[in-house]
Nanobody
Framework: QVHLVESGGGLVQAGGSLRLSCAAS????????MSWYRQAPGKDRDLVATNVAGGATNYADSVKGRFTISRDSTRNTLYLQMNSLKPEDTAVYLC?????????????WGQGTQVTVSS
């Protein structure tokens, strides 16, 4: 069983910074993709940033230059450094882990952490 636990959310003023963490536990392939998504009230869940194990990172246009995704593979932890935060960044941020299976893919989700940016 794989568990993802996010932390680091909170209330911050516009222009401020937060660092989110996602600790992964359980047994899963080291060949995986971890991502941050966010979901604001009444809106769809949107991809924020992706980190491929040992490989590339990708960002949504809305966060490029402000957010940085990284991981510590020795600790199975994913991070999201968020700088120059804007009120429109307010959302629940969720961690996602994707691993390949013999029949396709398996997705795991954390419970989310709330980020609120005041103007």
């Amino acid at each position: 069983q794989v568990h993802l636990v996010e932390s680091g959310g909170g209330l911050v003023q516009a222009g401020g910074s937060l660092r989110l963490s996602c600790a992964a536990s359980g047994s899963f392939s080291s060949a995986n993709v971890m991502s941050w998504y966010r979901q604001a009230p009444g809106k769809d869940r949107d991809l924020v940033a992706t980190n491929v194990a040992g490989g590339a990172t990708n960002y949504a246009d809305s966060v490029k230059g402000r957010f940085t995704i990284s991981r510590d593979s020795t600790r199975n932890t994913l991070y999201l450094q968020m700088n120059s935060l804007k009120p429109e960044d307010t959302a629940v941020y969720l961690c996602n882990l994707v691993v390949a299976t013999t029949t396709g893919r398996r997705d795991y989700w954390g419970q989310g952490t709330q980020v609120t940016v005041s103007s």
